[in-house]
């Protein structure tokens, strides 16, 4: 069940609530980002990156080719995922992502691609659209204290 439920009118609300997520990004910390086509994965992704960089207009290709890009960053790097295009689940073992998190966070969009293969634990991050126009509901889940914890600080 999610412990928290954000409402999203429009792409701003979208961003703010990445902004508020990069805020609190720690190494280690893996981000699960789920949800339909155009529910905002990458809007959502590419904001936490760029709060992270200091740089409004860093450039963040969608890795759905590459599945994944390492950004190097002021405090720590941050991988971006995208495995909608991983053929099979433990394909994602090649992805570096262990190392990665060794030293940095990762942002990964498509998850279920790569069921029972990613480490945990996480933070899960589940964008639904709402019937029609901009809005969007983000819905997050976790089994890890901590983030339930640093994530409810930043909604008072
Ligand atoms: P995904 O990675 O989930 O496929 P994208 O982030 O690539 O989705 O695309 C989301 C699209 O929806 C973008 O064109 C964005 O401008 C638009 N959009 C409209 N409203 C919102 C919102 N509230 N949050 C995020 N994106 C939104
Ligand atoms: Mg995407």
């Not at 609530?17 to 949800?35: C, R, Y």
């Not at 995208?82 to 969009?109: H, I, K, N, Q």
Request: hydrophobic content about 40%.
């Amino acid at each position: 069940n999610p412990f928290l439920s954000v409402s999203l009118p429009d792409e701003a609300a979208t961003r703010r609530l990445a902004e508020d997520l990069a805020a609190i990004l720690k190494p280690a910390d893996l981000v699960l980002l789920s949800g339909d086509l155009g529910a905002g994965k990458s809007t959502f992704a590419r904001a936490i990156l760029r709060a992270r960089a200091n740089d409004d207009e860093l450039e963040v290709p969608s890795p759905t080719f590459t599945l994944v890009q390492a950004y190097e960053l002021p405090q720590f790097p941050v991988s971006h995922l995208d495995l909608y295009r991983l053929e099979e689940p433990g394909e994602v073992l090649e992805l570096g992502l262990d190392d990665a998190l060794e030293t940095g966070a990762a942002l990964v969009e498509w998850p279920e691609m790569a069921l029972g293969y990613l480490p945990d634990p996480c933070l899960w991050l589940q964008l639904t659209c709402d019937p029609d126009g901009d809005a969007r509901t983000a819905e997050f889940q976790s089994a890890c204290p901590d983030w339930r914890a640093r994530l409810e600080r930043t909604r008072q």
